[in-house]
């Protein structure tokens, strides 16, 4: 069974930093890409940033690029979403992802295992 499980969010203040982790069991880590989609209250679900374990690539959204980075401990299935200069509107539930192959960003609905999310808010 393959889970994936979240853990990092909490509330922080506009210019903060946080660090999510996304620990992935059941899959052969280097067959899979790992992505970070958000959502937030009315909106539809954004593909932020993803990694393909296979080779390391990553892709990373417009609205993120140079403020969030995708670092990962692949001996520890594990990736990262270091989020810096926050804002206001960064505030959504974050949840990492997972799909055999290269990553990819849109759709993101398209990802196969999905965690459970973990809620990030920046307050002004």
């Known amino acids: 069974e393959v889970q994936l499980v979240e853990s990092g969010g909490g509330l922080v203040q506009a210019g903060g930093s946080l660090r999510l982790s996304c620990v992935a069991s059941?899959?052969?880590?280097?067959?899979?890409?790992i992505g970070w989609i958000r959502q937030a209250p009315g909106k539809e679900r954004e593909g932020l940033s993803s990694?393909?374990?296979?080779?390391?690539?990553?892709l990373y959204a417009d609205s993120v690029k140079g403020r969030f980075f995708i670092p990962s401990d692949f001996a520890k299935n594990t990736v990262y979403l270091q989020m810096n200069s926050l804002k206001p509107e960064d505030t959504a539930v974050y949840y990492c992802?997972?799909?055999?192959?290269?990553?990819?960003?849109?759709?993101?609905?398209?990802?196969?295992?999905w965690g459970q999310g973990t809620q990030v808010t920046v307050s002004s």
């Open positions: 992802a997972a799909d055999p192959g290269y990553g990819f960003l849109y759709p993101p609905s398209e990802y196969d295992y």
């Open positions: 990694i393909s374990s296979g080779d390391g690539s990553t």
């Open positions: 059941g899959l052969t880590f280097e067959n899979y890409a």
